[in-house]
């Protein structure tokens, strides 16, 4: 399963980290994906889904 969510599709992206002397290191930044269980196409799964779709209902939960 990719490092993506299941609702919005953020996922990992790319960078660089740039040091006081302008030295630049390639880096990434992961989004913050938790394994819920969720309400999708009628049944409960098991899915993928960033904080921020939790956090603004995009996600049905399955108690």
């Known amino acids: ?10 996922g990992i992206s790319v ?11 390639k880096r990434t930044w992961m989004p913050n994906l938790q394994r819920v269980k969720a309400i999708i196409d009628g049944s409960p799964q098991r899915v993928l889904v960033c904080t921020r779709c939790m956090r603004s209902g995009k996600v049905k939960r399955a108690i």
């Not at 399963?1 to 953020?10: Q, T, Y």
């Open 1 to 10: 399963m990719a490092r993506k969510c299941s609702v919005c599709g953020k």
């Open 15 to 25: 960078g660089m980290n740039v040091s006081h002397s302008h030295i630049r290191t």
